[in-house]
């Protein structure tokens, strides 16, 4: 059996991955809400591997007329290949036809790529360049080639950290590690990420909304993800809680709980520790201008600025924290 250690190799390069799909795209986006598996080939370098695919997600199913999709691999057929060791991934890809959807592919990519940077417990992702071969003949030419990326399965990510998911059903804040806690509020302030919370959602049976709980040691570890709803993100489709009472999702609020000042303090001094780096990671993006290149990173910028006056924001995230 192949270790998912083995089986994470896949995640550690940042390089775009050139891979080709081929199959019945037409029947399993007009039949999304089916989430049937359907046989698939993925062809990468010299290699073919047979699959299947089907479509996953809860709002962007609703929302995406391209839904994301789930590959499932043969584990006997990827055996000397970058998947070797995968069985089950997460393929995030564009949601609808228009370009910047697949800008916004890139920039939730990004965001991914900004938290691996600040912890290990972490969801870490694989950029991948798609070209997407219908043999029904009906999709469409903006679906056929976009950028997309691959999310490291949870039993790689518990293997690397030497955790298990918890499945509790709700948390309170004694049971989390409060340095990864207050990275995960000062890092979703970064980013203006307001979809996210420590609430089990209605149709869940295990805490949290867009957080996963992994337990270390006496200690559960937040683990946040799905960020197309972030500011930094700005989707077409993206739209604030109502009950925040903020206008758009690039308005930051901060809305982590209130902990110990010291905790929070060097949760922030690690996220503007590695501020040259997470700058780096917009700097590297494929398909944007250089002036697109330049709004993202004034946007990341305007954290950093107000950040040099660190009293100032450790008081702001105290008077608006939840209690």
Request: net charge negative.
């Amino acid at each position: 059996m192949v270790s998912p250690l083995f089986a994470a190799s896949l995640f550690e390069e940042n390089a775009a991955l050139e891979i080709e799909l081929t199959g019945p795209f037409w029947s399993l986006v007009d039949n999304k809400n089916d989430r049937n598996e359907l046989p698939f080939a993925l062809s990468y370098e010299t290699f073919e591997l047979d699959l299947t695919v089907r479509t996953r997600g809860n709002s962007r199913l609703r929302i995406c007329s391209f839904p994301p999709l789930r590959l499932n691999f043969n584990k006997a057929d990827s055996a000397g290949t970058v998947f070797e060791g995968q069985d089950k991934l997460k393929l995030v890809t564009r949601c609808m036809k228009d370009d910047r959807y697949e800008k916004d592919v890139l920039e939730e990519y990004a965001a991914y790529r900004i938290f691996s940077l600040l912890t290990d417990v972490s969801y870490r992702v694989r950029l991948v360049h798609l070209t997407f071969n219908d043999t029904d003949g009906r999709l469409k030419k903006a679906y056929r080639q976009s950028y997309g990326f691959l999310i490291e399965p949870d039993d790689q990510l518990l293997s690397r950290v030497g955790g298990s998911l918890s499945e509790l059903a709700g948390v309170s804040l004694r049971q989390l590690d409060e340095n990864q806690a207050a990275l995960v509020y000062v890092f979703q302030y970064l980013i203006a990420n307001t979809d996210w919370s420590f609430v089990t959602a209605e149709q869940d049976e295990h805490c949290c909304h867009n957080i996963e709980l992994i337990n270390m040691g006496t200690k559960h570890y937040p683990i946040p993800y799905d960020f197309d709803l972030a500011g930094l993100v700005n989707a077409a489709y993206a739209k604030p809680d109502p009950s925040l009472k903020i206008k758009k999702v690039s308005k930051r609020l901060y809305r982590g709980f209130c902990t110990d000042t010291e905790v929070l303090r060097e949760a922030l001094r690690r996220i503007t520790a590695k501020e040259k780096e997470i700058l780096q990671i917009i700097t590297a993006l494929p398909l944007y201008s250089e002036r697109e290149k330049e709004r993202r990173i004034e946007y990341l910028m305007a954290f950093f600025r107000n950040a040099q006056e660190e009293e100032k924001m450790i008081s702001s995230f105290e008077r608006y924290c939840h209690p």
